[in-house]
């Protein structure tokens, strides 16, 4: 009898819990999410696993990455409040390939399997795995092939003349002198210009780069006015 009680305690415990997501897009009637939810819960029956519970996203659009439903799931796996997600389809849980990889991805590090009723994939199961990693390099496929466009549409644009990056903000320098002579801080300064204090900072010190070039390049003078030459040279802060 104990032998049978501690056996029935070890089932018990070693039970699979499993979390079901359903989503529908509209609540006009159309679409009721108790489709989805009850064949999942007859597979989860005939499987033998515990239904942990069901998190039903209503009237969200797939396009979404984050949802009420689908956030509390997630966030109940990473304290490994059950042991597999199943869902009714694909296209019910993730928004595209990426979006489905990097949950994949995720309950694959938690420990936590992914089930598609309909697509009748398991991660568990050899083919389940499989059909993971042909994803996560269709995935990678899709990310490679995104940083070619965007290099070549930047080779073009480099091709046809057009400067890249963001556009240079205009600062008068005279201005930054004239505040700066006045006694306003580089914040001050850029707050009122409308640009950053490094490119006020940047302005001025152009500014005074030029200045110091031209004076260098003026003729030496005899040795008893080698002392105002260097005060020349000097190139103090405003």
């Known amino acids: 009898m104990a032998t049978r009680i501690v056996r029935q305690q070890e089932s018990a415990s070693s039970k699979i819990s499993a979390a079901i997501y359903a989503r529908v897009s509209t609540l006009n009637g159309n679409q009721d999410p108790s489709m989805q939810t009850r064949e999942l819960k007859e597979y989860c029956e005939r499987r033998g696993w515990h239904v942990f519970d069901c998190y039903i996203d209503n009237g969200v659009s797939g396009k979404k990455d984050s949802r009420p439903q689908l956030n509390r799931m997630m966030r109940d796996a990473h304290e490994r409040r059950f042991d597999v997600v199943v869902v009714w389809r694909f296209d019910r849980f993730a928004r595209s390939v990426s979006h489905l990889l990097r949950a994949l991805e995720t309950f694959n590090s938690l420990g936590v399997q992914f089930v598609s009723l309909s697509e009748q994939v398991d991660t568990s199961t050899p083919t389940g795995k499989m059909i993971f990693t042909v994803l996560g390099a269709v995935a990678e496929l ?60 940047a302005a001025a010190q152009d500014r005074r780069d030029t200045i110091c070039a031209h004076r260098l390049q003026e003729p030496e003078l005899p040795s008893n006015h080698d002392r105002s030459v260097k005060e020349k040279v000097r190139c103090p802060l405003p």
Do not use: C, Y
Not at 162 to 191: C, M, N, Q
């Open 142 to 201: 899709e990310r490679n092939l995104i940083v070619e466009r965007v290099r070549a549409g930047l080779r073009h644009a480099r091709a046809k003349g057009k400067r890249l990056g963001r556009p240079r903000k205009s600062v008068d320098a005279a201005e930054v002198r004239s505040l700066r002579a006045a006694g306003e801080s580089w914040r001050t300064i850029a707050r009122k210009t409308g640009v950053s204090v490094g490119t006020v900072f």
